[in-house]
């Protein structure tokens, strides 16, 4: 099945940013727009929930501006993630305000629920549901999802616990529609792989943590540069759903990171910060085991840059096997 024209037509790689709690926000979506990849921060992050009006406005003009003096070489679209989970009283809310604005991709997450899709579909967008397993995706498909993000192993936040092989290799023999693959891609060999395995779209998530424009405070951004996946911990406690998190945060916030204790799922709550005091992602640093390609900070538009090489430079050694 040929991928939608959102997803061909405006892309100088086959990359989606994935939206990052806290860490997203306008001027990252945009300079990642520009730099020709999808763009994309969760709804969530726009607060009090009025701002969320002002940052799709602000992101919707912006683009439009730079793709009239730029004909040749317009942005990419950008997508809003909504968290589609019980805890989240303000998803009625922001999805108007994507209506609203028509936003040109939805990418949803943690549930999935038949009304926001067809909001999304009412002008035309799409909606790009995340997964960790076969189970969810057709249940996500049949509710009329366009789309599927395979979270693999080793993915940043909320990560998944199967191989990258097997996961997109399964849902692959029933689903032809677009997919997205995430989990420790931080380079162009990576999009590239992704690509080999079967996905269309790579998902890259924590390398733009350690950017410019990012939302994070420096001592964070450095961490991302500095450590690499054994530096990362899988824990359940801080958001009540298995996550990798940056080692040296937990440590920080006075805990022992090899001796973390279970958190119950069913008291999953967004903003809540889970059955810590320590709040992710605020105190606890979400990231993925992908890091130790990040060796410096680097605009949004220069790290575009280095996957565009990498990624190019991928292909060419390919060739000549």
């Given at each position: 099945?040929?991928?939608?024209?959102?997803?061909?037509?405006?892309?100088r790689?086959?990359?989606?940013?994935?939206?990052?709690?806290?860490i997203?926000?306008?001027?990252?979506?945009?300079?990642?727009?520009?730099?020709?990849?999808?763009?994309?921060f969760?709804?969530?992050?726009?607060?009090?929930?009025?701002?969320?009006?002002?940052?799709?406005?602000?992101?919707?003009?912006?683009?439009?501006?730079?793709?009239?003096?730029?004909?040749?070489?317009?942005?990419?679209?950008?997508?809003?993630?909504?968290?589609?989970?019980?805890?989240?009283?303000?998803?009625q809310?922001?999805?108007?305000?994507?209506?609203?604005?028509?936003?040109?991709?939805?990418?949803?997450?943690?549930?999935?629920?038949e009304?926001?899709?067809?909001?999304?579909?009412?002008?035309?967008?799409?909606?790009?549901?995340?997964?960790?397993?076969?189970?969810?995706?057709?249940?996500?498909?049949?509710?009329?999802?366009?789309?599927?993000?395979?979270?693999a192993?080793?993915?940043?936040g909320?990560?998944?616990?199967?191989?990258p092989?097997?996961?997109?290799?399964?849902?692959?023999?029933?689903?032809?529609?677009?997919?997205?693959?995430?989990?420790?891609?931080?380079?162009?060999?990576?999009?590239?792989?992704?690509?080999?395995?079967?996905?269309?779209?790579?998902?890259?998530?924590?390398?733009?943590?350690?950017?410019?424009?990012?939302?994070?405070?420096?001592?964070?951004?450095?961490?991302?540069?500095?450590?690499?996946?054994?530096?990362?911990?899988?824990?359940?406690?801080?958001?009540?759903v298995?996550?990798?998190?940056?080692?040296?945060?937990?440590?920080?916030?006075?805990?022992?990171?090899?001796?973390?204790?279970?958190?119950?799922?069913?008291?999953?709550?967004?903003?809540?910060?889970?059955?810590?005091?320590?709040?992710?992602?605020?105190?606890?640093?979400?990231?993925?085991?992908?890091?130790?390609?990040?060796?410096?900070?680097?605009?949004?538009?220069?790290?575009?840059?280095?996957?565009?090489?990498?990624?190019?430079?991928?292909?060419?050694?390919?060739?000549?096997?």
């Amino acid at each position: 099945m040929a991928l939608p024209e959102i997803l061909s037509q405006r892309l100088r790689l086959p990359v989606v940013a994935a939206p990052l709690f806290i860490i997203s926000n306008p001027d990252l979506v945009i300079a990642q727009c520009k730099a020709g990849v999808v763009g994309s921060f969760p709804a969530l992050n726009a607060r009090p929930a009025a701002e969320l009006d002002r940052w799709l406005e602000r992101i919707t003009t912006e683009l439009a501006e730079y793709d009239a003096a730029n004909p040749d070489n317009p942005s990419a679209p950008f997508a809003v993630n909504q968290i589609v989970h019980g805890s989240n009283d303000r998803l009625q809310h922001d999805v108007e305000m994507c209506v609203k604005w028509k936003v040109p991709i939805v990418i949803t997450s943690l549930g999935a629920k038949e009304f926001v899709n067809e909001a999304v579909h009412s002008y035309g967008g799409i909606v790009l549901h995340d997964i960790i397993n076969n189970r969810f995706a057709k249940k996500a498909i049949a509710k009329g999802a366009d789309g599927l993000i395979a979270v693999a192993a080793g993915a940043g936040g909320h990560a998944g616990a199967l191989s990258p092989f097997a996961l997109v290799q399964e849902l692959r023999e029933w689903f032809d529609g677009p997919l997205l693959l995430s989990g420790s891609i931080a380079n162009g060999e990576a999009v590239l792989a992704s690509q080999a395995m079967g996905a269309d779209l790579a998902y890259i998530g924590s390398a733009f943590i350690a950017t410019e424009e990012a939302n994070a405070e420096p001592p964070y951004k450095q961490s991302i540069v500095d450590h690499n996946a054994d530096d990362i911990v899988l824990s359940t406690l801080f958001t009540g759903v298995s996550g990798n998190y940056l080692k040296p945060s937990i440590i920080s916030a006075g805990m022992d990171p090899d001796n973390l204790p279970e958190s119950d799922p069913s008291k999953m709550s967004f903003g809540s910060g889970g059955d810590s005091d320590a709040k992710a992602w605020k105190d606890i640093w979400g990231c993925g085991q992908g890091i130790g390609a990040v060796k410096a900070v680097l605009t949004a538009g220069q790290l575009v840059d280095q996957i565009e090489k990498q990624y190019n430079a991928a292909k060419s050694r390919l060739a000549n096997i």
